[in-house]
T-cell receptor, first 111, second 108 residues
């Protein structure tokens, strides 16, 4: 199994541009989450999905998410702002527990 | 909401030393996990430990849920143990609440 994969690893965006961060898992986990991590801080939850086709939390401003199937959980930055500069981490969780498995992250800079 | 505090915030040790990292939480939790984030940013799940003690090689963890703390022990530290160690607890809504982490540097 590849586990949780994320692309791209690094990206630089200009203010106002949009892009999609990709996340995929091949472990058939129902639950997937997006976090952001800022320097010297722990992780902050952006959004989660309990299963394909479900939306379980109000999406924060500036982001858009979709969960069309079990494997993929893309995060879209609609109109990037410098405050969205961060490392974005995707995680998946089996339905039997809340044990989280993380992808390698995407380091995003918005100039 | 639940508060999670980790101590110490930073720790510098020589290779071969032992260390104890602490995680305190302010309310009852469904579960607790320890993670290691390596210098390249990858987060690895170390222990999923609601209570009791678990061991995995040189690492072990103990959670005393009734007293609202967990300890992570690292014995015979190696340079590859360097990184940030996070504690995360699961609250009543099943969301994870993260501590700020302990940054560990192991010097050769």
């Amino acid at each position: 199994n590849a586990g949780v994969t994320q692309t791209p690893k690094f990206h630089i965006l200009k203010t106002g541009q949009s892009m999609t961060l990709q996340c995929a898992q091949d472990m058939n986990h129902g639950y997937m989450s997006w976090y952001r991590q800022d320097p010297g801080m722990g992780l902050r939850l952006i959004y989660y999905s309990a299963a394909a086709g479900t939306t379980d939390k109000e999406v924060p401003n500036g982001y858009n998410v979709s969960r069309l199937n079990t494997e993929d959980f893309p995060l879209r930055l609609v109109s990037a702002a410098p405050s969205q500069t961060s490392v974005y981490l995707c995680a998946s969780t089996p339905g039997t527990s809340n044990e989280q498995y993380f992808g390698p992250g995407t380091r995003l800079t918005v100039t | 909401g639940i508060q999670v505090e980790q101590s110490p915030p930073d720790l510098i040790l020589q290779e071969g030393a032992n260390s104890t990292l602490r995680c305190n939480f302010s309310d009852s939790v469904n579960n607790l996990q320890w993670f290691h984030q390596n210098p390249w940013g990858q987060l690895i799940n170390l222990f999923y430990i609601p209570s009791g003690t678990k061991q995995n090689g040189r690492l072990s963890a103990t959670t005393v849920a009734t007293e609202r703390y967990s300890l992570l022990y690292i014995s015979s530290s190696q340079t590859t143990d360097s990184g940030v160690y996070f504690c995360a607890v699961e609250g009543s809504n099943y969301q994870l609440i993260w501590g700020a982490g302990t940054k560990l540097i192991i010097k050769p």
